[in-house]
């Protein structure tokens, strides 16, 4: 089992950056590969980045590609998620999850042991 623990959200403007941090306790962090996700308010979670155990492969969301990028830090057992150009529509609250189904990385039911989430507003 694996505890998660995000932060780093926050109150920016449009066109501002963010580092979002997921550190990890229990099962290494390594053990899994790993992906973020978020839900605004009225909305349903949605998928934004999934990156591999080693760090090597990622994947994003279409709209985030080119703004966003997943990475990992093995030693340091957390996954971090730079979020440039920011919008008001990515305003939402923030997951990190571990991956631990055997199907599509963007589904939330692939994931597990979810962190209590991180907020991050962007003021337009």
């Known amino acids: 089992q694996v505890q998660l623990v995000e932060s780093g959200g926050g109150l920016v403007q449009a066109g501002g950056s963010l580092r979002l941090s997921c550190a990890a306790s229990?099962?290494?962090?390594?053990?899994?590969?790993m992906g973020w996700f978020r839900q605004a308010p009225g909305k349903e979670r949605e998928f934004v980045a999934h990156i591999s155990r080693s760090g090597g492969t990622t994947y994003y969301a279409d709209s985030m590609k080119g703004r966003f990028t997943i990475s990992r830090d093995n030693a340091k057992n957390t996954v971090y998620l730079q979020m440039n150009s920011l919008k008001a529509e990515d305003t939402a609250v923030y997951y990190c999850a571990a991956y631990v189904g055997s199907g599509s990385y963007y589904e939330v039911s692939e994931y597990d042991y979810w962190g209590q989430g991180t907020q991050v507003t962007v003021s337009s």
């Open positions: 229990g099962r290494t962090n390594s053990s899994y590969r």
